[in-house]
């Protein structure tokens, strides 16, 4: 901006100076000079200021007065322009030049890409303010705008489908359910990729699916939560529903509104909520203020602000610092006040981007209490990484991946879908297991650990002399009730205190369906991480793999060859990384083994390394 406005200045100031020799305002030049130099209000400027010098530069000129600003001084005995044709070329050029303002403000893409089309005042609905233009994303030179399309494929998960179907239902007979708020039609998204634009030809970057066919109907009075790991394309979706970021392709119809039309996008701006991911915040104003400003422009009558900015504040616990510019809030209260300023105004649908990322414990159980409230009356969207969150929170969730749904419905529907099955914890009663009293070993623990694996053929994931942990797999369920019986039959026997049974936690429903994403991609991408073995080699193995047969380990006594399950976690910015393996044990005798690198780009690797060859699940499972 500052080299622009240097440039117009230096440009300003030679064109005033070539004006002041003489240029174009004398008979010398032709009438369309002087026209098309009159354009540019400072010449205009630059000559009636010389105008005004000629008539005042002696005691005895008449100067310029209202009644003679029609004439010309003596001093011009060419006279071209006067002082009131120069005002009326004034007056002209400031309404073109307030027009184009306009005009190039709507058809130039924002920050964020949006723009309307080159003829959007043509369209009568611009007028009108009913039905509004398409809004546009991308430049609006073609070479720099087109990019390919998103390629269609089904979903593999039967809810994400039936979702899908549910939509394509409503969306033929445009019948849409009242009780949906949000109803989102095949929503891709595609980032055009960085352009450089030289003499000749435009270099670009690869654009990039960020969101790839997403259809979901999202219910008023509920909390949809979309979870996924780091560049999923959570905000991507929102910032398209916000009309942050224009949509590529689908649709998404807000309360009756589509986000692709200017007018549906005015409409829906004025019916939502929006906490983004990072806090839009002005260091200079207090939280008040912030509020207040948000209040109004929301539309709320000035008598109710004060109350309403009280309220907010206090349920967000900002009183005590009501009057303390933003600059200097911390993190957490940054956070907070950006939650307010979402659910100010009464909004139909809020959408909520990780809105207690760096908060402490408490602070965050409160706003959890505010998000649970603020539910009745709106649909609400929330992205989290916290799975205690979601889990608490909404009422359906949909886990994305690589810019698709990968699976949805509610936090109990997922976890006995995509969860390993159930967890069993038992606690053991102190006398049993306090050292010194009982006994100082874990022996006590042993005949609940055989009982477990004579009956249901589970070992302990985690135990300690005070509990023991299982993961009982689903296809257990018609054993438990019995077996559970029992168990709590011996429990004196055992020396059990307590006994807890629940479904598998959503961060392993999360890392489950991360994982098998993960390993899609890296299938499609060839995306390989370093396992060290800890017998001291590495091998390269896809990313997600859960199963995997190393490579130069076939001897007389494991013909087959050896093989380990790859444990994965989340890093602390949610992208997968390997936590350990088991140790190295024979590939079973009948799991097929396929060699074959299944990765496109092996050249990429360094070179001797060797990869790792990927072993189904289910066959592995099937041993069992
Ligand atoms: N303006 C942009 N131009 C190009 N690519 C982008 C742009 N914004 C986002 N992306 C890419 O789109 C993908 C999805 O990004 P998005 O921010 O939606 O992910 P996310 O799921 O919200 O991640 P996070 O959990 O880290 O917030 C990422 O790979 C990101 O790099």
């Given at each position: 901006a500052t080299t622009v406005g240097f440039s117009i200045f230096i440009i300003g100031f030679l064109t005033q100076l070539v004006t002041t020799f003489g240029f174009p305002y004398s008979d010398t030049y032709k009438s369309y000079y002087r026209a098309i130099w009159s354009l540019f209000p400072p010449n205009l400027f630059a000559k009636a200021v010389n105008?005004?010098?000629?008539?005042?530069?002696?005691p005895e000129d008449p100067?310029?007065?209202?009644?003679?600003?029609?004439q010309c001084t003596y001093r011009e005995p060419d006279c071209v322009i006067t002082i009131e044709t120069i005002y009326k070329w004034l007056i002209t050029t400031f309404f073109v030049w307030f027009i184009l303002a306009i005009y190039f403000d709507n058809i130039i893409p924002n920050a964020n890409g949006v723009r309307k089309s080159a003829f959007y005042f043509l369209n009568p609905g611009y007028w009108t303010g009913r039905g509004g233009t398409k809004v546009r994303e991308g430049s609006i030179c073609s070479c720099m705008g087109s990019t390919p399309p998103v390629e269609e494929t089904s979903p593999t998960d039967e809810d994400v489908l039936a979702e899908e179907m549910v939509v394509k239902q409503t969306k033929e007979g445009d019948d849409i359910d009242p009780s949906v708020a949000v109803q989102v039609r095949g929503l891709t998204k595609t980032y055009p990729g960085t352009v450089n634009a030289g003499c000749c030809k435009c270099k670009r970057t690869s654009p990039y699916h960020a969101v790839k066919g997403i259809w979901v109907n999202l219910a008023k009075d509920q909390l949809f939560c979309l979870l996924g790991p780091n560049g999923a394309g959570k905000t991507t979706v929102i910032n398209c529903l916000t009309g942050i970021t224009p949509i590529t392709g689908g649709d998404a119809i807000i309360y009756g509104?589509?986000?692709r039309s200017s007018i549906g996008m005015a409409n829906i701006r004025r019916m939502i909520g929006v906490c983004p991911q990072f806090d839009i915040l002005w260091d200079a104003l207090t939280a008040?203020?912030?509020?207040?400003?948000f209040a109004s422009i929301k539309g709320l009558p000035h008598t109710e602000i004060k109350a309403v900015v009280g309220k907010s504040l206090a349920e967000v616990k900002l009183t005590h610092a009501a009057h303390v510019r933003a600059g200097s809030f911390s993190g957490g209260m940054k956070r907070r006040l950006s939650v307010a300023i979402?659910?100010?105004g009464d909004p139909k649908l809020v959408f909520l981007d990780e809105p207690t990322t760096g908060m402490d414990p408490i602070t965050r159980r409160h706003v959890w209490d505010i998000i649970e409230d603020a539910?009745?009356?709106?649909?609400?969207v929330l992205t989290t990484h916290s799975m205690e969150e979601a889990d608490i929170l909404s009422d359906r969730i949909a886990i994305m991946a690589k810019g698709k749904f990968r699976c949805i419905g509610t936090s109990i529907r997922l976890k006995s879908r995509f969860g390993t099955g159930y967890i069993a914890n038992i606690n053991f009663s102190a006398a049993t297991s306090l050292p010194g009293v009982a006994s100082r070993d874990d022996s006590h623990l042993e005949p609940v650990k055989r009982f477990f694996y004579e009956r249901l053929r589970v070992k302990p994931k985690e135990e300690n002399k005070s509990f023991l942990t299982f993961v009982i797999p689903h296809e257990k369920e018609p054993l438990l009730t019995s077996f559970f019986g029992e168990l709590q039959d011996r429990e004196r026997e055992f020396g059990i205190s307590d006994i807890q049974l629940g479904l598998t936690t959503l961060e392993e429903v999360f890392l489950n369906i991360a994982k098998q994403a993960e390993l899609e991609s890296s299938a499609a991408e060839g995306t390989l991480v370093t396992l060290n073995l800890t017998s001291g080699t590495s091998i390269q193995v896809p990313k997600g793999v859960r199963f995997v047969g190393i490579p130069g380990t076939e001897s007389e006594e494991n013909p087959r060859g050896l093989m380990v399950e790859v444990f994965w976690e989340a890093d602390d910015a949610g992208s997968l990384c390997i936590a350990g393996h088991s140790p190295e044990t024979p590939i079973p005798a009948n799991v097929e083994l396929n060699r074959a690198p299944s990765l496109s780009r092996r050249a990429s690797l360094p070179r001797g390394t060797p990869v790792g060859f990927v072993i189904e699940p289910s066959q592995i499972q099937n041993q069992s």
């Open positions: 105008i005004l010098g000629d008539a005042t530069s002696t100067g310029v007065s209202w009644g003679r600003i029609n509104n589509s986000v008040v203020e912030h509020l207040a400003l979402a659910l100010i539910k009745k009356g709106r649909a609400i």
